[in-house]
Every structure is written in C-alpha cells, then in structure tokens.
C-alpha cells in the first residue's frame, strides 16, 4: 500500500497537489514534491478554498502559456521578460515575491502576475540580492514589501508567505539582525 507521498511522486511532472493530513511531519517532503499546499485537519473551509483557489490559479497560468517565456534582459532597475507572446518590463522595485512552480516561476507584481518557465534560482540569480531574499524552497522576497513575519511566514500584504526552516536562520540574520533569536 502506497502512501499519499508515495502516490504523489509517481504523478506526471504537470500534476497539481494539495495535501490533506493529520500529520504536520510530511509537509517538507510535499513541498519536495512541488505540492500547491499542505493542509492539516481538521480543514477550516475558508484554509481549503483559499487552496483550491491556489491550484486553480496555476491551472490558468500554466494553461495561458503557450510558448516559453524567458528573461530576455536584466540592468539594475529592472528584468524585461517574455511571457505570453510578449515582452515584459519589470520593475525590481514592484516585485513583491516570485514563488517556483516545478519548471515556472510567477512574479507577483503590484499590478500583475506573470509567468516564466525558468527555475527560482535562476531568476533570483538575477536580482538585487540585498533586496531580494530566498525564504524557502518555493520563494524569493522583496524585503520592502515585508509588513510582519513570525516563526513561520511572512506577510507581505494580503499574501502569507511561508518561512522554510532551511532558510529561518539567514532570514532571521540579514532581515531581523541579531536581536531576534529565530528558535523562539
């Protein structure tokens, strides 16, 4: 018998998954598998669809892109980007986060979301990287978008981001200085 992290890892590549348990202790291993979410019961229904929105979100992204898109130019201002057959002029100072999906990335925007097919550590590669910081496998932040952070995400507005345990530390250091003890 298979279990759900087992079933998962056996899905095509393109297979959007939100995690359903009782467990907190699988959630690293679904993000591993590139899961949309990781929801724990019991399940408030606003949590689930607030999920599904997620999923149904990346659908449409991930359909809406018929050709890839790459960054086509970066200066120190801003990315130019091809995406839906068009290009792109991104202001680094407008991106609030990226967040990776499998082979994509989506750049939320003040304005928008676009989408790229190219891995997060190639696009944060090429961002200012005192602005821009890696807070988990699945994305990068804009610093100056933070309003608050606990121990395990970050609020950059509406959006909650979490805040990967790999990443807490270096978080803790370079945004919070030393004052805050990331264990607490």
Known sequence: MLT????AAQLPQHTLVIFTTAYPKYALE?????AIDYLLKPIEKSRLQKA??????YM???SDETDKSTIESNTAEF??????????KINFADIKYIEGLKDYVIIYTCSQKLITAM??????????QDIF??????????????????H????????????????KKDFFKIYAGDSLNPEG
């Open 4 to 7: 759900g992290l087992e079933f």
């Open 30 to 34: 679904s993000y591993e598998l590139d």
């Open 52 to 57: 599904i929105h997620k999923a149904e979100t």
């Open 60 to 62: 449409k992204l991930l």
């Open 79 to 88: 990315l130019i980007i091809k995406s839906e057959r068009r290009f792109f």
């Open 119 to 128: 891995n997060l550590k190639t696009i944060h590669q090429k961002m200012p």
């Open 133 to 150: 910081l890696r807070v988990s496998k699945s994305y990068v932040i804009n610093v100056n978008f933070i309003d608050s952070f606990d």
């Open 152 to 167: 395990h995400n970050i609020y950059l507005g509406e959006s909650e981001i979490p805040l990967g345990e790999v990443y």
